[in-house]
């Protein structure tokens, strides 16, 4: 009998031991990593057009109504005539986003400087990033 409860026992144990093994695992959520960068003021999608472009600190203005107005100039450093396009988020005092603008094309001359102007829409915004990517 001693021998019996023995081996009930464990095979007790062993279908506990197999039973916990086949519990599906929960695994952690995944985490992104935290960007150790300081958001600039104007992005550029590719490697290419970091290559090829020079981009001017922007000037901001504001007019009568107290719109917020951004002129970047861009020069094209390369010898080919290229096609971007650009947009800008415009946020408030408190860094949320109010305002994204839609992308806006711009055919760059080889070797020159262009300028491009782009405006809030709200006298709230307060900063602003600049988008810049090849033409779609």
Known sequence: MNALRVMTTGMTIALALLAAACQ???RPPVEPREDPSVAP??????RELQQHFAVRAPMVSQDEAGLMFVTVPVRNTSARQYTI????????????????TTWFPMTMTPHTQQTFTINATS????????????AK
């Open 41 to 46: 003021q104007i992005n550029l999608a590719d």
């Open 85 to 100: 396009e650009y947009r800008a988020t415009f946020f408030d005092r408190n860094k949320l986003p109010i305002q994204q």
């Open 123 to 134: 006298r709230n915004a307060d900063d602003f990033q600049i988008d810049i990517r090849p």
């Open 24 to 26: 599906p695992r929960l």
